[in-house]
């Protein structure tokens, strides 16, 4: 049978960090996946995390299977953090995944379930998962403008797009700190998507990723919040990869606000059902860690402090690129940059000078231009500002 095979696609993004573990020049800078790293070049586990751990350990608590809905408790504790307000809780049930790529497909299969066939709105240009998760779940994909040539939020191609999207349609949307380019919404825009959808009647998919590493953790739920107060169903995507840290602990949840207990019921029942086919149930241990944390005092504040200087250090190297960017002349280029939050950000390189940035410099960011700005060390950003500057040539005065 596998001699049928035909030779896969090869993951770009996977395919890059193999390039770069074969590249032997000590001057090597890898900012090709998204994951945080702290002063000394290190994805950390975050001090809160590990003591949840040990006290987990101590309690040895058993392992026997949890219900199709993963641990209740990590539940309900994703439900008060994402949605804040109390009433927003009571019109929602929440369900532990697989991470939040386990949300986006659970969520993507109960659309499909629901109304096969439907319509799912990106943005263009999208998280690299996104289409290949709704397409895998049989839903259709059309795309929204998100950024303009300079690289800054298209608000009014954004909502021209949406005008196509209706009744039967579903708006993924992330809800901070985009990937890939870190271009988010104002809050007026957000209001004005709140509206849009109310009025045509299309279902919000938040995708949430980088909550806390954009603006602050309730700065960053804003969106998420206002659309689940004011639109009556809503469908949220929680990871919880980045902000505790967690990536290889495959933790997340997806979250369904809807209108009536009854209705809930069925969607919670209908995510269970896509868990069973998949894989059953999720693994417990990363959403015990969560739920230790987050249900003690001392952990949580510990915990947010982490997450408070993880957010200080990204901005801080996003701050120092584009002052260097600004010194060597770019002040267009900074500008844009500047604008940007959370773990990304687009240079405005094309394919070809990103393939010039790697061979010349061995600094390795996506061809489409993406780099994690969470990657960067200190001591690096005066060497990746000068490579920028490099490609870019010589700048108009
Ligand atoms: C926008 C977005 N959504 C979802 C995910 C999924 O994250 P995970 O499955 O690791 O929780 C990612 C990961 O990079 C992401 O960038």
Not at 46 to 61: D, G, N
Not at 354 to 370: D, K, S, V
Request: hydrophobic letters at 45%; proline letters at 5%; one cysteine or more.
């Amino acid at each position: 049978m596998l001699e049928l095979l035909l030779p896969p696609p090869v993951d770009p993004l996977w395919d890059l960090a193999e390039a770069f573990e074969a590249d032997a020049r000590p001057e090597r800078l890898n900012l090709v996946l998204g994951v945080y790293r702290d002063h000394t070049d290190t994805t950390p586990v975050m001090a809160a995390v590990r003591e949840a751990e040990m006290r987990l350990a101590e309690r040895s608590a058993s392992k026997e299977y949890r219900g199709l809905s993963g641990n209740a408790a990590f539940n309900r504790a994703m439900l008060s953090m994402v949605l804040g307000a109390q009433a927003t809780v009571e019109r929602a049930v929440a369900v532990q995944t697989v991470a939040g790529s386990g949300a986006l497909r659970l969520l993507a299969d109960l659309i499909c379930r629901t109304r096969p066939g439907s319509t799912v709105w990106i943005s263009d240009p999208a998280y690299v998962n996104h289409r290949p998760i709704m397409e895998a779940a049989g839903l259709k994909v059309r795309t929204y403008a998100w950024v303009d040539s300079e690289g800054r939020f298209d608000e009014s191609g954004m909502l021209h797009d949406l005008r196509g999207a209706g009744r039967d349609d579903v708006v993924l949307l992330q809800g901070c700190c985009h990937n890939p380019t870190g271009v988010d919404p104002t809050r007026q825009t957000w209001e004005k998507l709140a509206e849009l959808a109310v009025r045509d009647g299309w279902i919000p998919f938040v995708d949430l990723a980088y909550h806390g590493l954009g603006d602050g953790l309730d700065e960053d739920l804003f969106a998420t919040r206002l659309l689940a107060r004011r639109v009556p169903e809503v469908l949220i995507a929680v990871s919880c990869s980045k902000n505790f840290g967690l990536y290889a602990d495959r933790t997340g949840c997806a979250l369904v606000v809807g209108a009536s207990r009854p209705a809930l019921r069925h969607a919670e029942t209908a995510l269970q059902n896509a868990a069973r086919t998949l894989y059953s149930m999720p693994p417990e241990h990363g959403a015990a860690i969560v739920t230790t944390v987050l249900e003690d005092a001392e952990l949580s504040a510990l915990w947010r402090e982490e997450l408070d200087l993880m957010r200080a250090r990204i901005t801080a190297n996003r701050t120092e690129l584009t002052s260097q960017l600004r010194a060597l002349g770019w002040e267009g280029e900074a500008q844009a940059l500047s604008q940007q939050k959370g773990m990304f950000s687009m240079l405005p390189l094309t394919a070809t000078q990103m393939l010039q940035l790697r061979n010349q410099f061995a600094i390795y960011g996506t061809t489409a231009g993406r780099i994690n700005i969470a990657g960067i060390p200190q001591s690096r950003v005066c060497y990746l500002a000068r490579g920028i500057a490099e490609v870019l040539g010589t700048p108009a005065r």
